[in-house]
């Protein structure tokens, strides 16, 4: 019998993730253990997907979540089929449970990009297979269990951390919130005061931080982000937003730059979920320097996701 099939499922089984905060810590927890397993060797895993099929969903544009899915996918023996729907959002040919009923049919699992997380609920509603958010307006969550590996493998540890937030308080700062309470360590998130994350999220982040005891702390200042083991930025304008002048300028003091990294402390690392826009939120010399795991955060992608599917699909 292969190590494969003695594992009793997970309890994640046939479940959806549409946020982080859908997980538990003992459900993360197992996420990041078997993603360290698959990282280390996938030769026990290069079945474990046979005859089985995820759908890609993706309303926007997409580089690392859509290879690390599609390669992903292939290292677990499982068939992976990308629908691109940048030009024709989900709902507008047939009503999105339609859609997702058609789905469900032929897939163990769909995993959305999506503009608006609400997509994301009616598919969830309308259909019984696991609904797996790639990014929305609000969330990223596959994006911040790879980069909740990255920090461990850089010795960080998850209920302890010290992280600094700069830049947009958006979808992944969100979701780092919740890390962050579910764990119980402490962010710091500066941003300019107009472009702190919406009060809905930081009310779900302070309620999932009640029992950890996680300090998440909203400042406009800079300087608080001193005595941070980690600084994270992203882009300053999000896909799907409005450009705007006045929001780039008002962004300009929480630039990831030399004088911000040293702020918050000689051993912090800097982490960027990417697309980097360089000059801008960040420079040359932070993210081209030692400090910076930005690469190993886009590889961690493909095998923080592919131990939720294995999970997600009763596999482990
Ligand atoms: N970080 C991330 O989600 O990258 P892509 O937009 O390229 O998928
Ligand atoms: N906040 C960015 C993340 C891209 C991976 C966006 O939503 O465009």
Known sequence: MSTLSVSPPSSLARRSVLTLADLSRT?????????????????????????????????KASLRTRVSLE?????????CVYLDHQSSPIGQRESIADYGRNLERWADALIGRVLGHQTLIELHRSTKVPIVNALCDAHHPCQILADALTLEEHGIDLSS????????????????????????????VATPEDCRPLPAWM??????????????????????????DAVYTDAWISMGENDSAAKRESMRPFQVNEATLKLAGKNAIFLHCLPAHRG?????????????????????????????????????
């Open 27 to 59: 459900e993360i927890r197992a996420t990041l253990d078997l993603a360290k397993e698959l990282k280390r060797d996938y030769t026990p895993f290069a079945s474990a997907l046979k005859q089985r099929a995820v759908v890609l969903l993706f309303e």
């Open 71 to 79: 390669v992903g996918i292939a290292k677990l023996g499982g068939a």
């Open 161 to 188: 951390m010290r992280l600094a937030w700069l830049g947009d308080g958006n979808n992944v700062c969100n979701s780092l919130m919740q890390l962050t309470a579910i764990f119980g360590g402490r962010m710091v």
């Open 203 to 228: 009310a779900r982040t302070s309620e999932l931080s009640r029992t950890t005891g996680a300090q998440i702390e909203y400042t406009s200042d800079v300087k608080h982000i001193a005595t941070s």
């Open 280 to 316: 801008e939120e960040v420079i040359d010399s932070v993210i081209d320097s030692p400090a910076s795991v930005v690469f190993d955060q886009a590889e961690n992608r493909m095998h923080a996701q592919n131990a939720l599917l294995l999970q997600l699909l009763g596999v482990r």
